[in-house]
């Protein structure tokens, strides 16, 4: 199992079997009888011989024609497209200049699609999207319950209210991680081929993450302040240490 029995296309198959020593029989399925033949677990299988005579027949052809090919390599991709690109302004007269490099279209245009494409999986989500939000919202009223008026309250309960506050902010983005975390295998897929260049794809999800998650930790913070009864004077300052705890 696992040798090479035959390398080429199938309507040669016929043809190499015969000159194996075993033509297909009449009426005989083409496909069984190969498999049959070359299966162990078959009680009138031929495998080795079939083995040995690609070894001494097929295989040194095979080997000469891949040492030739790799001795004079053809084209790369990049070079097929500026070929054809050359081919195409001959026909069609002026075209828009191709890029010399391993992307296709500019850093501009690969940002604006996978900004496009990131925005619109997320809004394809809408229950995700709206989830994270009413998270939000049921952390600030709890905390908003547990320390309630903590204005009102002596320095300690303070400290408390801010630790807290500033503590579930931070430990609010883990629940990103699993979306996170499938994006970012599908981002290597489209790496791996060259689509766009990872900057594209970082910013577009930096931007996005970042106007989603403020615009939830506002409205968090804003609850939570009012539950606290405290002065929104100290806001702005309350709110830099909050995002910096993001």
Do not use: W
Request: aromatic fraction near 14%; charged fraction near 15%.
């Amino acid at each position: 199992p696992g040798r090479v029995v035959y390398n080429g296309p199938m309507k040669d198959a016929l043809a190499h079997y015969a000159a194996v020593g075993h033509p297909v029989p009449e009426h005989v399925n083409p496909a069984d009888y190969f498999l049959d033949l070359v299966s162990p677990n078959y009680k009138h299988h031929q495998s080795e011989k079939f083995v040995n005579f690609y070894n001494e027949k097929v295989a040194p052809g095979v080997t000469a024609t891949v040492e030739e090919q790799l001795a004079n390599p053809g084209l790369t991709a990049q070079e097929i497209v500026y070929k054809n690109y050359e081919k195409a302004q001959k026909l069609f007269g002026p075209l828009d200049a191709t890029l010399k490099g391993q992307f296709a279209a500019p850093f501009s245009k690969q940002l604006a699609i996978i900004f496009r494409r990131q925005l619109t999986l997320r809004f394809r989500d809408k229950f995700g999207l709206v989830r994270e939000y009413v998270i939000r919202v049921a952390q600030a009223i709890i905390i908003g319950i547990a320390f309630f008026d903590v204005a009102s309250k002596g320095a300690n309960s303070q400290l408390s209210f801010v630790f807290l506050v500033l503590q579930m902010a931070a430990i609010g983005l883990m629940q990103q991680m699993p979306v996170q975390i499938d994006q970012r295998a599908v981002m290597k897929m489209d790496l791996s081929e060259s689509l766009y260049r990872v900057e594209a794809y970082i910013i577009s999800n930096f931007i996005i993450d970042t106007i989603i998650n403020v615009s939830s930790n506002i409205i968090y913070v804003v609850i939570c302040y009012l539950f606290a009864n405290l002065e929104f004077s100290t806001f702005a300052d309350f709110y830099l240490y909050n995002l910096l705890a993001m």
